[in-house]
């Protein structure tokens, strides 16, 4: 155990925790993504509650940090806030109704929605006519998971077969009829995790 003088010249003693199990910490990581629309028009996707992959295999920020850091994790919280990254066409805006229909789901690992009807049937769903929005914040799609969610490994936020273990789930969404092949979606996704210490 290191030791330093004190100011009467005598050696005291450092405490150092010999343990870190068991020892909960909290925060909130981020990362900010584009989605586009297809060569049909359609904008679909699914935003993983696996703070390794999240959207587009992408991670979020100081994810690598975190399970250098800690043994397990979970989710406690996520929100998604979704802008539009397009100016709509003269012909269309005011004209029509270009609906964005977002739901979270809890369980496992959600695919990619390929029909309004797959994210429709939640009740949690939310329609947002992201053509006529001109606002700067969007929507804001938030989620809380129960706090009876168990920890997973931090190698393995979404162990396979899991329901509720970790960070199984994710928040998906579809919408038709946008131009071609164009940036649809401005997205800033942030989770807050819960980590257990390592040994």
């Known amino acids: 155990m290191p030791r330093r ?3 009467n010249g005598r050696r005291r003693r450092t405490r150092v925790p010999r343990n870190l199990i068991n020892q909960s910490f909290m925060t909130d990581l981020s990362v900010t993504q584009n989605a586009n629309s297809n060569s049909t028009g359609v904008c679909s996707g699914v935003i993983l509650f696996n703070p390794a992959v999240t959207f587009n295999s992408t991670p979020l920020g100081d994810w690598s940090h975190f399970i250098e850091l800690f043994s397990a994790v979970r989710l406690v919280t996520a929100q998604v806030q979704f802008v539009r990254a397009f100016q709509p066409l003269e012909e269309v805006k005011g004209q029509g109704f270009f609906p964005m229909i977002f739901a979270s789901v809890p369980i496992g690992t959600p695919g ?3 029909s ?5 049937d939640n009740q949690d769903s939310k329609v ?3 053509t006529d929005d001109t606002t700067a914040t969007g929507l804001t799609f938030r989620y809380t998971a129960k706090p009876t969610r168990t920890y997973a490994t931090v190698n ?11 960070c199984a789930g994710g928040i998906r969404f579809f919408g038709s009829q946008f131009p071609t092949e164009v940036p649809v979606l401005f997205m800033l996704i942030r989770y807050r995790l819960q980590f257990l210490g390592r040994v």
């Open 5 to 7: 003088r004190n100011g």
């Open 112 to 114: 990619v929605p390929t």
């Open 116 to 120: 309004y009807a797959d994210v429709s």
């Open 128 to 130: 947002w006519n992201v």
């Open 156 to 166: 393995d936020p979404v162990p396979s077969g899991s329901t509720s273990v970790g």
